[in-house]
Structures are given as structure tokens and as C-alpha cells.
């Protein structure tokens, strides 16, 4: 079985599906990796690694489309609204296609790659559960963005991050607060506390405070609570919005105090809440702050402009997207290895198993036989339920 991967085509992604370290876990498993010339090259993985490690270099995309069985991407159609569709004619029924598809974006692309007869997996989809959890490649490229969201919040900034006790005087710490306190925001908050700032942080699940304290941040406490506050999956439950209003009035002073803003809000599949009004952004301090992880999807503050950094009211908000691929080395290492593990769970004696009794399978398989199979996404889009999902093996 032929393991491709090709170079990722979305306009500055760096990052590259597999890394040259994990080729040899899957030739024990009878798989060979044929890499598109050059696909590592941004990210650091040079030609000549894949080669050492066994695997075979392709002259182009179309090659490796067309000899391999399985296609491994960072941000497949999907994720990739920009130049993914003009892969859909390299796809061919029954092979495979794993990577970040957005399969809760748009329901024409996810019926695009159905109709291609590619059997579709979407990591995003991977259930947060002790058995799949060397397998979340969403858990890892958040860890990515909230470390870079504190970095990048610390490179605008026209003060130092840290205490420092100095000849001048002393100068007193920088103070960030972190809104929604899930992957990306914990992270954030280790990064901010590394680098010496007073570190708060606010996330409606009430099982978040621990979570925030054992990492030595402070855990802002709003006098309001949130109903199902948390998912079977792990994630925040989106809210009415009596409740964000209320929400807001009483993050309002927390903002002001505080030097920068980083807000991970994000529910699955649905627009970002609103959490940082603009009454809210003029009333810090000029020379603030706010890093909005949550801007692909509209944003939690009010003013962020998707993939834009503005100033307003003295205050610089930064919408980038796509955070992890400015760290494209130890980004693509983390993803590489969650999707080799994903893969090798799919493979059994060098052929693919496709088990609809397996929870990873079932929550992460959207198109098989050119249908849309997924149960979560049907649902999301209003499609009927289907009589049976055929089981297709390759």
C-alpha cells in the first residue's frame, strides 16, 4: 500500500503531513511513503531525510495522486477554500484521503469530495477520548497556537513581559488574560507564566479552574453560570445570548486591566461568541493587545477582522489564522505523528479495516462510496439519516 503526500498548496502553509521520523513505523507496517518533491522542504524536512529513512520521492502532485492509495494532508479541500478544490479531479473512488477538512464548513465542498468516491477521514473529528488521544491532531496545533498567540501578543507590545528589578527602578510584570481556557488557552497560559506575566483566564466550564490554577494562573470567577456548560466531547457548549451579554458586562473591567487579550473561544462547527465588545477595546490601555485564536470563525471580539492585525483605539488586534504553520518544524513533527497513529489504527496485515463499531471510525469517517456517511455531519446539515453505511475495505 502507497502512503502519498503532497506538498500542501494552501497560500503559506509551511507545515507537511509526515516528517522522515515517522517512515519507518510505516514501512514495519507494510506501507510505503511517496513524497511530492520538495512537500518538507518549508517546514525543514529536506528531500534527502525521506530518502534516508526509505521513503520515495514523486516529480509531481499528479504522481503521487495517482500511485497512491492513501493521500495524507495538512488542510485538505475544505480547510483549504483557496486552491484545495483543484485536487478534487486527482482523487479517484475508494482512495483514501485523511487530513483537516472542515467536514462542519460547508456542506457543497464536503459533497464535492463525496462525489470524487474518496473515502474520507477528518482528523478534526477524532474523539477526545483516552484511546484516541495520540491521535488528536487538533489538540496538538492547538498547543501550537496558544504557545505563538503569547508569543506573538509579546512581539507587539511596547513593554517587557517580566518583572524586572533593575538599577532604573523595578518594572512590574506584564498582565494577560486568557479567555476560554481550552487546549490553546492552557497553553497560552503556561507561555504567558514562563515568560513572567500575571496570567488570568476565564472559560464558562466550571471544571476549567483547576485546570487554570495547576498551571499557576488566576481564574476569573463571574457571578453567572452556564447551562450544559461542556459537551460529551470535552467542548464548550455555545450559549444564549442573554448569557454572552451578560457575560460581557462582567468581563468589561477584567479587559481593561489587563496589558493583552487572548480569547480561544471556539465552538465546533458554529460562529464565534462575541466575548470583547468595542466599548470593551477602548477601554484598555493604548498600547494593548488582543491575539483572537478564534478569528477564523468570526472572532470573539468584536472588531477583529479575519487575517487582518488593526489598531483601534490605540488597541492592536490581531486576527491571523492559521497560527501553527508559523512554527512549521515541531508542527508538522506533532501532526505527523498523530496521523501515522490514526492511519496505522486503520491498518491491519497491509490492508485497511474500516469498523463502524470503532468510535474513532465512525466519528471520523465523512464520505465513503460517494455518499456522506458521518452521522454528526448529516445531522449538522439537515441531510436525512441513512439507511445503512456500507462497509468498503481497500
Known amino acids: 500500500m502507497i502512503v502519498g503526500v503532497p506538498r500542501e498548496s494552501f497560500p503559506g502553509e509551511r507545515r507537511v503531513a509526515l516528517v522522515p521520523s515517522v517512515i519507518p513505523s510505516l514501512a514495519k507496517a507494510g506501507l ?42 495538512v488542510l485538505c479541500y475544505g480547510s483549504n477554500d483557496q486552491t484545495g478544490a483543484a485536487d478534487l479531479p486527482l482523487l479517484r473512488r475508494g482512495q483514501v484521503l485523511i487530513g483537516f477538512l472542515r467536514p462542519l464548513g460547508a456542506l457543497n465542498t464536503v459533497q464535492e469530495i463525496a462525489a470524487t468516491g474518496a473515502t474520507s477521514f477528518s482528523v478534526e473529528l477524532v474523539p477526545r477520548t483516552t484511546r484516541a488521544q495520540s491521535m488528536d491532531a487538533l489538540s496538538s496545533m492547538g498547543t501550537i497556537c496558544g504557545y505563538k498567540a503569547v508569543l506573538v501578543a509579546a512581539g507587539t507590545m511596547p513593554r517587557i513581559v517580566p518583572m524586572l528589578t533593575t538599577a532604573a527602578g523595578t518594572i512590574t510584570p506584564a498582565r494577560f488574560l486568557i479567555i476560554g481556557a481550552g487546549v490553546a488557552g492552557l497553553q497560552a497560559i503556561a507561555t504567558a507564566r514562563r515568560l513572567g506575566a500575571v496570567t488570568s483566564a476565564y472559560d464558562l466550564r466550571p471544571a476549567a479552574k483547576e485546570q487554570v490554577q495547576s498551571l499557576g494562573g488566576r481564574f476569573v470567577e463571574l457571578p453567572i453560570e452556564a447551562k450544559d456548560a461542556e459537551d460529551a466531547g470535552g467542548y464548550a457548549r455555545a450559549q444564549d445570548e442573554s448569557f454572552y451579554k451578560r457575560q460581557r458586562e462582567l468581563l468589561g473591567r477584567v479587559v481593561a486591566e489587563s496589558d493583552a487579550v487572548i480569547t480561544a473561544a471556539v465552538i465546533p462547527g458554529k460562529t464565534s461568541p462575541v466575548l470583547v465588545t468595542r466599548e ?115
Not at 518549508?42 to 495517482?66: H, L, M, N, Q
Not at 492585525?309 to 506533532?334: D, F, K, W
Request: proline share 3%.
Open 32 to 73: 510505503e511513503a511517496l513524497i511530492e518533491a520538495g512537500a518538507g522542504i518549508e517546514a525543514g524536512y529536506p528531500d534527502s531525510e525521506y530518502t534516508a529513512k526509505g521513503a520515495k520521492i514523486a516529480g509531481d502532485r499528479a504522481e503521487v495522486f495517482r500511485a497512491a492509495d492513501v493521500i495524507l494532508q
Open 280 to 394: 470593551m477595546v477602548a477601554g484598555m490601555a493604548p498600547g494593548s493587545v488582543i491575539v483572537d485564536l478564534a478569528a477564523e470563525r468570526g472572532g470573539n471580539c468584536e472588531l477583529t477582522r479575519t487575517g487582518e492585525n488593526i489598531v483601534e483605539h490605540g488597541v492592536t488586534i490581531i486576527g491571523r489564522i492559521n497560527l501553527a504553520t508559523t512554527v512549521p518544524y515541531h508542527a508538522s513533527q506533532m501532526y505527523a505523528r498523530n496521523i501515522t497513529a490514526f492511519l496505522l489504527h486503520l491498518v491491519k496485515d497491509g490492508k485497511f479495516r474500516f469498523d463502524a463499531s470503532d468510535d474513532i471510525v465512525a466519528n471520523t469517517l465523512v464520505t465513503q462510496a460517494g455518499e456522506i456517511v458521518n452521522p454528526r455531519v448529516r445531522e449538522f446539515f439537515s441531510l436525512p439519516a441513512l439507511a445503512t453505511v456500507s462497509k468498503e475495505g481497500s
